[in-house]
């Protein structure tokens, strides 16, 4: 069996047990930097949608390595941001959903574009993943807690990166990977 085949089966088995919410601790309850650090650390649907970006971006290399996971995390919080202004936005969880399966495929196949679109897509599930925290906990340490689930996003990015470049083995290893798939927008 390929090692693709293998990682494709392993993605598909952590995407059929994920469950919806079981990260979350009551906000209000505990609205501190670490229960916003420790929130992505204990969902599967967290982890997998932020290893990801990173995989990508480590893939996608050059700027990319950077400017992506720099995009989710700060699209991110101003997600957050609007839920605390009390801005409305439908399909929230859904939204997070689709983030795991398609920023999932974009690193699976290795999508090779732009730096700038690259940013824009993940930008886009990022607003969805802040607004569902901003929009879960009150005013009271509100900003802490963005703190520490921002850090932990940006830990689980580096999370992703490091697995590209330690599987590479070599500098030679990348280009192939990335040259699997590319589409110029």
Avoid: K
Wanted: hydrophobic share 60%; no cysteine.
């Amino acid at each position: 069996m390929t090692r693709t085949r293998i990682a494709s089966l392993a993605a598909f088995a952590f995407i059929a047990s994920a469950s919806p919410a079981l990260a979350h601790l009551d906000p209000v309850e505990h609205g501190s930097f670490m229960a916003g650090f420790s929130h992505p650390l204990f969902g599967t649907d967290h982890i997998l949608a932020m290893v990801a970006v990173g995989l990508w971006a480590a893939l996608l290399s050059g700027r990319a390595l950077w400017l992506v996971p720099l995009a989710f995390v700060g699209t991110m919080l101003a997600g957050f941001l609007a839920a605390m202004a009390g801005a409305p936005l439908p399909f929230v969880e859904p939204a997070i959903l689709a983030s795991v399966v398609v920023i999932g495929l974009l690193a699976a196949i290795a999508l090779n574009v732009p730096t700038g679109a690259a940013m824009a897509m993940v930008g886009f599930f990022a607003f969805f993943h802040g607004h569902a925290h901003g929009g879960e906990i009150g005013e009271a340490g509100a900003y802490a807690y963005a703190a520490g689930f921002a850090i932990a996003t940006g830990l689980l990015h580096a999370a992703g990166v490091a697995r590209v470049y330690s599987s590479a083995g070599s500098s030679a290893a990348m280009p192939a990977a990335r040259s699997r798939v590319s589409l110029a927008l």
